[in-house]
């Protein structure tokens, strides 16, 4: 395997593994009371969870917040774009249970292990 496409198999390794990682956090007895304290749905930290995800295996481990917002869907029957204040509290969900680290608009995922 080129040096390209195990860079590429690395990264969407970690992706999902991550990606994994967060949504199993997210179903556990501690996170169903942060989603309650938070105010977030397991679909839309799921949907945001994918899309941030998504630019991690592409090689962009720092994505912006305005960017998932566009790409993540409300949850609803209607495929719009998260609001930024609903947006805000899945960030501060995801902040609190140490999965990501944000600075202003920017989102970092925490735990990725090799990026190469």
Same mark, same amino acid.
Request: proline share 0%; charged share 35%; with cysteine.
């Given at each position: 395997m080129s040096g390209h496409g195990r860079r590429?198999?690395?990264?969407?390794?970690?992706?999902?593994?991550?990606?994994?990682?967060?949504?199993?956090?997210? #179903?556990s007895e501690a996170g169903r009371v942060a989603r309650r304290e938070h105010r977030v749905s397991y679909v839309?930290?799921?949907?945001?969870? #994918?899309v941030i995800a998504g630019y991690v295996g592409r090689g962009e481990p720092t994505v912006s917040l305005k960017d998932?917002?566009? #790409?993540?869907?409300n949850g609803d029957l209607r495929p719009l774009p998260l609001?930024?204040?609903?947006?805000?509290?899945?960030l501060k969900f995801l902040v609190?249970?140490?999965?990501?680290t944000a600075t202003g608009d920017l989102i970092q995922p925490v735990g990725l292990g090799e990026l190469l």
């Open positions: 590429e198999v690395i990264l969407m390794a970690n992706a999902t593994r991550w990606c994994d990682a967060v949504m199993r956090d997210t #179903r839309s930290i799921e949907q945001l969870t #994918r998932v917002l566009e #790409r993540t869907e609001s930024e204040r609903r947006g805000r509290r899945l609190a249970r140490g999965h990501v």
